[in-house]
């Protein structure tokens, strides 16, 4: 039988990086005020390659749950 705390030691790691990425994003999104670091922040966006973007994401959404 697996120990109780062997799902949460083998998910922590990827669930901390989440949060990390999340409160990296929030902190160049919504929140900015400043016109042009909204401009700055934008532009870089819009010169962001699709396959880039694509790939950055796809981290976070190709997962699967640990076995065992």
């Given at each position: 039988?697996?120990?109780?705390?062997?799902?949460?030691?083998?998910?922590?790691?990827?669930?901390?990086?989440?949060?990390?990425?999340?409160?990296?994003?929030?902190?160049?999104?919504?929140q900015l005020r400043n016109?042009?670091?909204?401009?700055?922040?934008?532009?870089?966006?819009?010169?962001?390659?699709?396959?880039?973007?694509?790939?950055?994401?796809?981290?976070?959404?190709?997962?699967?749950?640990?076995?065992?």
């Amino acid at each position: 039988m697996p120990r109780p705390d062997a799902y949460d030691e083998q998910r922590r790691p990827r669930s901390q990086a989440v949060a990390r990425a999340s409160f990296t994003a929030g902190r160049f999104g919504q929140q900015l005020r400043n016109p042009i670091a909204v401009a700055l922040r934008d532009n870089a966006l819009r010169l962001t390659p699709a396959r880039a973007a694509l790939r950055s994401m796809a981290r976070y959404a190709d997962w699967r749950p640990p076995v065992g």
